[in-house]
């Protein structure tokens, strides 16, 4: 059985793994990035209608400021990201199981969105909604990787730059099947992998259902 590849920051990595154990996988944990808080200015909560999170690093990483918010339902990005608003004490208004695409296409065009986001994003083109975006946290791509890409892995690629950053670290591409969040991240990979495939939809859960299959030597469908 293939062992399953983890490249996603702390602490999702460690979630990740566990879930992964506990399917029978072999996971191996190599964060290709790291996550820390970068300083920001709230603007008033009057301003906006909702809060738009796409990340749960928006959450684990804003810092006290977050509490200005607490008044504003959340339009989440994923199960992941709609639980970490609610641990925070967020009222969860809609969490999105597709992108950010298709929650924005859900939403009144109506609506002030505040977006908390990391530094490195893509601004959602032709949202249909008034969004201010601040950067409330940073990934910085660890220099040196422990990638065991001389052995045949199946790699959860989980957001476009981790695909990025992963064509620029493995050594042969021909050992790693590729499973990705979303059809942008699969895009990001490139070429030359031994096979990409796309969850049905992105979530965690989806990703290591589908590298279940994969490890164990089944297919896609």
Same mark, same amino acid.
């Given at each position: 059985?293939?062992?399953?590849?983890?490249?996603?920051?702390?602490?999702?990595?460690?979630?990740?793994?566990?879930?992964?154990?506990?399917?029978?996988?072999?996971?191996?944990?190599?964060?290709?990035?790291?996550?820390?808080?970068?300083?920001?200015?709230?603007?008033?909560?009057?301003?906006?209608?909702?809060?738009?999170?796409?990340?749960?690093?928006?959450?684990?990483?804003?810092?006290?400021?977050?509490?200005?918010?607490?008044?504003?339902?959340?339009?989440?990005?994923?199960?992941?990201?709609?639980? %970490? /608003?609610?641990?925070? &004490?967020?009222?969860? #208004?809609? =969490?999105?199981?597709? @992108?950010?695409?298709?929650?924005?296409?859900? !939403?009144?065009?109506?609506?002030?969105?505040?977006?908390?986001?990391?530094?490195?994003?893509?601004?959602?083109?032709?949202?249909?909604?008034?969004?201010?975006?601040?950067?409330?946290?940073?990934?910085?791509?660890?220099?040196?990787?422990?990638?065991?890409?001389?052995?045949?892995?199946?790699?959860?690629?989980?957001?476009?730059?981790?695909?990025?950053?992963?064509?620029?670290?493995?050594?042969?591409?021909?050992?790693?099947?590729?499973?990705?969040?979303?059809?942008? %991240? /699969?895009?990001?990979? &490139?070429?030359?992998? #031994?096979? =990409?495939?796309?969850? @049905?939809?992105?979530?965690?859960?989806?990703? !290591?259902?589908?590298?279940?299959?994969?490890?164990?030597?089944?297919?896609?469908?």
């Amino acid at each position: 059985m293939k062992p399953v590849l983890i490249l996603r920051p702390e602490p999702g990595a460690s979630a990740t793994a566990a879930r992964a154990e506990s399917l029978g996988l072999e996971p191996i944990v190599a964060p290709l990035f790291e996550v820390e808080p970068v300083a920001w200015e709230a603007p008033p909560a009057a301003l906006f209608d909702a809060m738009l999170l796409t990340s749960a690093n928006a959450v684990r990483h804003g810092g006290p400021q977050l509490t200005h918010y607490l008044s504003l339902p959340v339009q989440a990005v994923g199960e992941t990201t709609g639980k %970490a /608003a609610r641990e925070a &004490g967020f009222a969860v #208004q809609t =969490v999105g199981s597709g @992108d950010v695409h298709d929650l924005l296409r859900q !939403l009144p065009g109506s609506l002030r969105l505040l977006h908390l986001a990391g530094e490195q994003r893509r601004d959602p083109a032709n949202a249909g909604v008034t969004i201010k975006a601040i950067p409330v946290y940073r990934t910085i791509a660890v220099q040196s990787p422990s990638l065991p890409l001389v052995v045949p892995v199946v790699a959860l690629v989980h957001s476009p730059r981790a695909g990025e950053r992963l064509t620029e670290v493995a050594c042969d591409r021909s050992m790693v099947t590729i499973v990705a969040i979303s059809d942008a %991240a /699969a895009a990001a990979c &490139g070429m030359g992998w #031994q096979s =990409v495939h796309v969850a @049905d939809r992105p979530s965690d859960e989806a990703l !290591l259902s589908l590298a279940a299959r994969l490890c164990k030597g089944g297919s896609q469908s």
